[in-house]
């Protein structure tokens, strides 16, 4: 399996920028997509972005033209950039590695946009 831990979040003003971190470490070879999932108090978790192994990517409606979801194989990292924010996109944040076992999740970090 493998062990996620996200950093970045933080409190932004709206049109602002963040840019969030996902460190992955374990079975790494065996990660197929990778992605970033939000949950907004009393919302269901919704997938935001995600990017294969092969380096397709896909992104929630949205936040296309605002967020850019990149990795960098040598650091075993994705990031997810953040341009443009808006207080609806205030939300906890996880990361999510998909593989044999499922998904596996990191903690999660807040991300706060203030209008």
């Known amino acids: 399996q493998v062990q996620l831990v996200e950093s970045g979040g933080g409190l932004v003003q709206a049109g602002g920028s963040l840019i969030l971190s996902c460190a992955a470490s374990?079975?790494?070879?065996?990660?197929?997509?990778m992605g970033w999932y939000r949950q907004a108090p009393g919302k269901q978790r919704e997938k935001v972005a995600a990017?294969?192994?092969?380096?397709?990517?896909n992104y929630l409606d949205s936040v296309k033209g605002r967020f850019t979801i990149s990795r960098d194989n040598a650091k075993n990292t994705v990031y997810l950039q953040m341009n443009s924010l808006k207080p609806e996109d205030t939300a906890v944040y996880y990361c999510g590695a998909d593989g044999y076992w499922g998904t596996e999740w990191g903690q999660g970090t807040q991300v706060t946009v203030s209008s």
């Open positions: 990017i294969s192994s092969r380096g397709s990517t």
């Open positions: 374990g079975t790494i070879k065996s990660i197929t997509v």
